[in-house]
Structures are given as structure tokens and as C-alpha cells.
């Protein structure tokens, strides 16, 4: 049985725009490997049988169809599909032994972005997030525009700006070795603007697994960045992360106000004296120093002899 193949221009562009060239080849079936195929990230499901069905019946009845793109992978002797699996299997069912198809020669690095902006002008297109998914390995892997991106996978650059970030924060993280990618991305999103900070990412990431909403560890992420010294920030941190561990018998999280500001003001108290060393550092007068040692001394005695309470 002879297919009816047309040159698929949209296929050419999205080659041209990933820096690679390509040439129409009449290609022996025996030379593609076909199981090895259908993983090449394109979609999430490799073949819908029934599209396979219609494109089989359609290719029986004469209609016209864009050639399939295979790709020689690092040199290797087989060929794999980056665009048609589906093509592929239907011509094969009619009995067809080769294929005239759209050559390209790339690394597998190229060939996993090649598939899915391939998928996006024939073929069952994946929804919107796994296509903001693939145009953020894009701009990574491949060091593309997040406008270029955008276009190709045919999404907002808003959401591949987003989605290019938090891939960073988990990028970085693991260079931490820390592992962030068991987080909701909800609270990857709150990372970015601390995800080169050693210090800092390790705890905010700790505080993103506890049981706190995003909009919570926002205002306390937030408010430790406020802080003047790493040292606050730090122990701000620590101290969000405890707070949220501490859950009452009904589930809910104990927010602890008084105890919360109580060790904020020790902490703002230990941070001035460990940074000044006289008194117009602290900027106190011999008289209001006296004072401030009298009530912390007062203070200090009457939390010793307090009784603990449930």
C-alpha cells in the first residue's frame, strides 16, 4: 500500500527554531525502533489505540498525511520517533515497509524537547500544565528564550516564567542536597527569591513540609527576610518551623502569640547587644541602661518562680 505524504512545514519550523537542520528520507521500517519510541516524552500516554484505528482507516481511504519526523540520536545506528508514533503504527498496519519521513540528527537532550514541540502542531496535544512543564525544560535544558518557549508550546510566558523558576529552586536545592521536589508547587513558588541562599532554603523548605497553607508560610517567610542579620532570620525560621510542628488534639496548629513574642524580643534584645559594645551603640543613656537591667533582672525572677500550666 502506497501513503499519501506531504511535507509538514510546521514540523520544519519547529526543527529550524531548536538550531537543527533536516532532509526528506525514504526510511526502511526496520530501521526505527519503535518500542524504544514511544517513550520519548512527547505525552504522557505514548498511543491512543483508537487514534491508531482512525489513522489507519483514514490512510486506507487515500487521505493525505504529514510525514513523520525521525531523528538519529547521538550517532546511534536506530532511529527514533520525535513526531508520528501514531503515524507510524497506523502505516505499519496497512503493511507499509518504508516511510518517506523528515530526517534529523540531534543529541537526546535536543530530541526531549524535540518531541513534545512537535506534538503541539499534529497529534494528541497534552493539556496546558504539562505543555508549561515542557516549555520550562525548554528554556533550561536548552538555554531558549522564555518568549521563544511560550510560542512554541503555545502558553503564557507568565506561567513559563513561573514554572522555569520553581524548576530552579528544586535545580538549586538539590545542589544543596536537599531535595525539594516532594513539595506542593504552590510553595515552590514562594521560594525563588531565596533559592540561592544556603542558609536560608534548607529551613524555608523544612517549613513548606509542615502542615502550614502557602499563604501562611508566605507572611512568615517574609517576615523573616525583614529581619536585619542572617542570625534572626535564622532563628525566625526555626522557630515558625517548631511552632507549626506543635498541633493540638483536634489537628489544628497552635499559634502561640505570647510565647511567639516573647522569644522575638529576646532575640532582638541578644541580637543589639551581641552588635554593639557601649552604650551609644545601644543608643541607651547610663540612666535608661540601669532601668532596662532592673526590669530584665525583675522579669527574669518572676518567669522562674512561675508554675507550669497545661
Request: proline fraction near 3%; charge should be positive.
Amino acid at each position: 500500500m502506497r501513503i499519501n505524504w506531504k511535507q509538514d512545514d510546521d514540523a520544519i519550523l519547529a526543527i529550524n527554531r531548536l538550531g537543527l537542520t533536516s532532509e526528506i528520507k525514504t526510511v526502511p521500517v526496520h530501521q526505527i525502533d519503535a518500542k524504544k519510541s514511544r517513550h520519548n516524552h512527547a505525552r504522557a500516554i505514548a498511543i491512543i489505540n483508537q487514534n491508531v484505528d482512525d489513522y489507519s482507516d483514514a490512510m486506507g481511504r487515500g487521505d493525505v498525511f504529514p510525514m513523520i519526523v525521525v531523528a538519529r540520536v547521538d550517532g546511534g545506528k536506530q532511529l527514533l520517533i520525535a513526531g508520528g508514533n501514531h503515524r507510524y503504527s497506523a502505516a505499519v498496519n496497512n503493511g507499509v515497509t518504508e516511510l518517506v519521513s523528515i530526517l534529523v540528527e540531534c543529541d537526546s537532550r535536543t530530541f526531549e524537547v524535540l518531541c513534545p514541540a512537535l506534538n503541539l502542531y499534529v497529534g494528541q496535544r497534552e493539556d496546558r500544565a504539562v505543555r508549561v512543564t515542557q516549555a520550562a525544560d525548554a528554556v533550561i535544558r536548552l538555554g531558549i528564550t522564555m518568549k521563544a518557549a511560550a510560542d512554541d508550546y503555545r502558553v503564557p510566558i507568565t506561567a513559563v516564567t513561573t514554572a522555569v523558576a520553581v524548576k530552579k529552586v528544586v535545580i538549586e536545592a538539590s545542589r544543596m542536597g536537599v531535595r525539594a521536589d516532594d513539595i506542593t508547587n504552590g510553595h515552590l513558588k514562594l521560594l525563588p527569591p531565596i533559592m540561592t541562599d544556603a542558609v536560608l532554603l534548607p529551613l524555608a523548605i523544612d517549613l513548606c513540609r509542615t502542615k502550614l497553607n502557602c499563604d501562611e508560610v508566605r507572611v512568615l517567610l517574609k517576615n523573616a527576610r525583614d529581619l536585619p542579620t542572617e542570625a534572626d532570620r535564622v532563628e525566625a525560621i526555626k522557630e515558625a518551623i517548631q511552632n507549626a510542628k506543635r498541633i493540638t488534639v483536634s489537628g489544628r496548629i497552635s499559634r502561640q502569640p505570647v510565647r511567639a513574642a516573647v522569644m522575638r524580643s529576646l532575640t532582638t534584645i541578644e541580637t543589639a547587644m551581641k552588635k554593639a559594645r557601649t552604650l551609644c551603640e545601644l543608643q541607651l543613656t547610663k540612666q535608661e541602661a540601669s532601668e532596662v537591667s532592673i526590669r530584665l533582672k525583675t522579669m527574669a525572677q518572676s518567669i522562674f518562680n512561675m508554675e507550669a500550666g497545661g
